[in-house]
C-alpha cells in the first residue's frame, strides 16, 4: 500500500500542468498556440521569457518533490524511484489535460537530481555527444532516454536502479520519437498562421 501511495503522489505532482495554467492566466491555450506542447520551452516562446522560467523551475521541482513524497510515503529509496518514475509518466500524460503533457525534460532532471546527481550529469553529456552525432535536438532527447536504464543501472549499481530508469526514460523517448524527422525546433507563429 505504501508503494502505491508514492506511486499516485509522484503521479499528482508530475501531472499538474503548470505551463498550461500560466497560459490560461493570460487567456491563452498552450495546447494551441506554439508548438502546442505545454513544457516550459512552448511557455517561454508563447507567454515570454520570465513566465517561461518560472514554468521551468516549477516543473524541475515537482521532480524533486515527487522522490521525496515518495520516499516519505514508501519509507525507502525504492518507493521514491517509483514515485520519480511516475512523476515523469504525470508530467508527459497528464490526467488534468486528459492524456496530453509535455515532453518530460524539466520534471526528468528534477528526478534524477533528487535521486544521484551523477545520472542528470550523465544523461546531459548522453544528449550533448548524440546531438554531435545526429544534429537533431529531438533525436538526441530520445537515444539519451533510451539509454537511462543502463546509466541509472551503472550509477545505482542495484535492480531498482534499472527499473526506475526505464520508468523515466521511456515516457521521455515517446514524446521525443514523433519528432525524430523534425529537423529544427517548431515555428512558435505557424499555428496563429493557419
Partial sequence: MDYLNALLAGYF????????????????????????????LNAMRVLGVVPGLMVL?????KGLMAVAIGEFLGKGLEAGLLAGAAAV????YSAWLLGRGGKGLAPAAG??????????LFSGALIGL???LARNLYRAVALAALCLPLVAAGVGQAPPYLWFGFGVGVPVALRHLPEW?????????????K
Fill in 13 to 40: 505532482f508530475g501531472s499538474l500542468p503548470f505551463a498550461y495554467w500560466f497560459g490560461a492566466l493570460q487567456g491563452k491555450n498552450l495546447l494551441g498556440e506554439g508548438s502546442g506542447n505545454v513544457g516550459s
Fill in 111 to 120: 528526478v534524477l537530481l533528487a535521486v544521484h546527481p551523477l545520472m542528470l
Fill in 89 to 92: 509518466w504525470g508530467h508527459c
Fill in 130 to 132: 548524440a546531438y554531435l
Fill in 57 to 61: 523551475a516549477l516543473d524541475v521541482a
Fill in 181 to 193: 524527422n523534425r529537423t529544427r525546433l517548431p515555428d512558435p507563429k505557424a499555428r496563429l498562421r
